[in-house]
């Protein structure tokens, strides 16, 4: 941001011609005063903001260049879905990015832990892929899901493409939604389970995840849809019906 002082030559020629006048005379001091009557009109200061091309200052400019000093720039997109709590579509944000506080993410700052394995197989370095992808505790859950809905997993199984799992499926477009707000609980859930699993005081059991899963998923798509509710019979054994026909 700069201010541009527009009047400084106006204020250096008014400063000049008052040292002339002391120096030779008022006659002198006339004929300086007639210059500055005839001296083009300067227009007055003014703020402007680089950032906007236009010069003017804009909050979303201004947040734009914070976010990318602050965030960088990844490169990826954001998604939202609105069958589900802004935490969720906040923690897919972080996911998405690497900015989760997996063991290996914390190593990576500097922190010190007493171990860096991943709660879940207590086998493997814990990053987010390995978490969400590829532990043995917690992908067989991308599986159940594909039998649940009865669409294929992805081809090749990365975060990436498990958050944009819904896109590339045969559904309709409302299917394709509540199928990605499926999705995104079941990431909460990885999540949730691995923190209770870490900081918990009872450990939680891992072969209640899929059931979690489909009862938090309803709850939440069910009170956030506004065409009508769904069926919890089909929801639980053709969830792309539930919300068709009733
Ligand atoms: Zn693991």
Known sequence: MVVRLNNKAADVWSTSSAAEACRYGPQTADVLASKKQTAPMIPPDRYEWELEGSGAYLVASARLHIDSVVLGD???MTRWNKLVPRKLNILMWRVLRDRIPTRLNLRDKGIDLHSVLCPGCDVIGESTRHLFVTCIAFSP???????????????????????????????????????DAVIIVAFWNIWSVRNK???????PRKDEMFDDIRIVSYFWINNRRRLGKMSWDRWLISPHLAYCTM
Do not use: Q, Y
């Not at 859950?141 to 944009?164: E, Q, Y």
């Open 74 to 76: 990844s490169g990826v």
């Open 141 to 179: 859950i991308w599986h159940r899901m594909a039998m649940w809905w009865g669409v294929p997993t992805p081809s090749v199984l990365s975060v990436d493409a498990l958050v944009r799992w819904a896109d590339g499926v045969t559904l309709n477009r409302e299917a394709k939604m509540v199928f």
């Open 197 to 203: 699993l870490v900081f918990g005081s009872e450990k």
